[in-house]
């Protein structure tokens, strides 16, 4: 996928390709080749993306999540395990940057720490209402105790690469998606605050659709996969050992945060309304 087209417009044609597509078949021409050249006639994008664009995404498709999600792909996904597109609107009490912020530095962990929590302190947020979004896909999957837990994933078009001396690019794939590259990535575009809405939306709506729900047993985490840097099937034994040791596979960021710090922005966002 290093040569497809950059820009808004092939990333939501990347995100209707994705959002139509059954995940337990072999994306290829025979089988899904007209759907996906609808999509790029749809999108002004020329037939000749069609091939390699099916060749990057069944790469996307067997490509192992790493993480605390292991060995597990797209691939291993059943029907009635995933939903593709969910709205939400999340109803806001009066939310202020610092009290976000305070969830990320009172809760540190993983790939979030004091600096992430210094830069959302920064953000011009104070607001009441609603907030509306659309998560890209919820999956269920298995802890190491077998119970399934409920995942956000989102797709993620963004060009890494190399650029020659006039910034030309000449080169992308798995090897620019290693971990600190994707790591500034997302601080810079504030991904992790996305992801962490996310799931503070997928739990509400777990509280209020699954009976008995209790988060520390259902709610899983999230996972962000940047499709240019998919490598496709990866042996467990060429897996780079991340952060204590758990897998970590190019273009794939897989995270479980802390339970507390998703309830702590829960809170934040249902802060009542200060007076003046």
Known sequence: MADFPRGAAAGDCLHRILENMD??????????????????RRAGLASQHLEPLLAGLE?????????????????????????????FDLTLGSVRAEALAAAFADHPGGACGSDYANQVAQLPIASR????????????????????????????????????????????GPSHYDRGAMATLMAANHYPLQAHLYLVALHRYL??????????RD???????????????????????????SPDIPGMVVECPPLARLLAL???????????
């Open 23 to 40: 995940y337990s078949i072999h994306w290829q021409l025979e089988s899904v080749g007209e759907q996906v050249g609808a999509e790029l």
């Open 266 to 276: 829960d809170g934040a966002l249902a802060a009542p309304e200060r007076n003046p």
């Open 219 to 245: 709610l899983g985490g999230y996972a962000y996969v940047f499709l240019r840097g998919a490598p496709g099937p990866v042996a467990p034994q060429d897996w780079d050992a991340g952060v204590a040791g």
């Open 207 to 216: 509280c209020w659709r699954q009976p008995g729900y209790r988060p520390e």
């Open 129 to 172: 209402g609603f907030l509306t979004g659309s998560i890209d896909l919820l999956f269920q999957a298995p802890d190491p105790a077998g119970r399934g837990r409920w995942w956000v994933l989102d797709w993620k078009s963004n060009w890494l690469g190399r650029r020659d001396s006039t910034g030309r690019p000449v080169a992308c």
């Open 59 to 87: 790469q996307v498709r067997l490509t192992p999540f790493g993480g605390p999600l292991g060995g597990l792909r797209l691939a291993d996904l059943a029907a009635g395990q995933w939903l593709n597109e969910m709205n």
